[in-house]
């Protein structure tokens, strides 16, 4: 089996079936221990998404894997210290999605200012018959703080550009964007925002960055966006922050425990939820399962990678 492929969680059925097309799929989950020791030995690649889990354990049951290929940006829940240890590359999928994205960022933040959802429920509970629907917030001309200003982050800030607003953001390090604030501080950012948005790779540096400390600097007017990872969220300081008013609202695509959702954030008016969509579009999904099955033939093909992670 020179071609024999293991599908672990999460990973889309369109890819899944694309990859099967050309290559030996087989399913981790489905198998018992039996099978799994059976065919462990020929397992050259894993095929994950960005949400997956491939730990050191599933790593060191296969000892002639060579390539780990993630659908998606993100790959925090790849052990990759031991992955590079072992000689074992590691594709994602950068770019293709960074417009879908950056666009959901945007679609978020206007809204939840606007009260967009809350004010469907008006209508459709029959409440402007009778008064009309309260006033939102602006967003035109608003400060917008974008935490982590990679791919998507400039993506994000360039649509905003249009929106009039001043963006500042919070890195490792300034990039060299003269038109965009730097700050050196996520707490001086929050204080200097009127929107926060995250944008920034998952993982244990950035686990819970959004604290109770980070929301009460966005303050009560301010508005928090995070189309990144939920793990960069401390939810519960988040739910206690919406419940009592330290900030004004939300737009959330990722959660903490996905797919559970704290009730507390369900059926608000200044919060509104995405089921973790932000690459969810037809063309941007094909794009990226094409990326994936390029970095697979590349692999066996013994050619450069198109889209390798850096060690």
């Known amino acids: 089996m020179p071609n024999a ?4 969680n999460k990973v889309p059925d369109a890819l899944a079936e694309l990859v099967s097309s050309h290559y030996d799929l087989y399913e981790y989950l489905k198998m018992g221990a039996e099978e799994f020791n059976a065919i462990a030995n020929d397992i050259q690649v894993i095929l994950a998404s960005g949400e997956s889990t491939v730990d050191a354990v599933l790593i060191n049951q296969l000892p002639n894997l060579r390539l780990i290929a993630v659908f998606g940006v993100g790959y925090d829940g790849v052990d990759t210290h031991v992955a590079f240890q072992q000689q074992i590359q590691v594709t994602n999928t950068p770019n ?12 978020l933040m206007l809204a939840a200012s606007r009260q967009i959802f809350g004010a469907q429920r ?14 939102a917030a602006k967003v035109s001309g608003r400060r917008l703080g974008i935490v982590g200003f990679g791919r998507v982050g400039h993506a994000v800030a360039k649509r905003a550009k249009g929106f009039d607003m001043p963006v500042g953001y919070y890195d490792k390090y300034p990039a060299d964007d003269p038109e965009c604030t730097f700050f050196p501080s996520i707490m001086e950012l929050a204080d ?21 400390e980070v929301l ?3 303050g009560k007017n301010g508005i928090l966006i995070n189309i990144a990872r939920g793990s960069i969220i401390d939810e519960p300081a988040l739910v206690a922050a919406i419940e009592n008013g330290t900030i004004a609202g939300a737009g959330l695509d990722v959660f903490a425990s996905e ?12 919060v509104v939820l995405t089921p973790h969509i932000g690459s969810a579009t037809q063309h941007t999904r094909r794009a990226m399962a094409e990326l994936v099955l390029g970095n697979i033939t590349a692999f066996y093909a013994g050619e450069p990678l198109p889209t390798p992670i850096g060690k």
């Not at 492929?5 to 672990?8: F, G, P, Q, S």
């Not at 293709?96 to 679609?107: I, K, R, S």
């Not at 200097?192 to 109770?212: Q, R, T, V, W, Y």
């Open 122 to 135: 008006f209508i459709e509970n029959g409440e402007w018959h009778g008064k009309p629907y309260k006033l």
């Open 5 to 8: 492929i293991l599908r672990v």
């Open 259 to 270: 797919p559970d959702v704290p009730q507390a954030l369900l059926k608000r008016d200044n």
């Open 216 to 218: 009460a600097a966005l």
């Open 96 to 107: 293709v999605l960074t417009d879908d994205v950056a666009d959901l960022g945007m679609a």
């Open 192 to 212: 200097n925002s009127d929107f926060l948005m995250i944008c920034a790779s998952g993982g244990p540096d950035s686990l819970k960055l959004i604290n109770h």
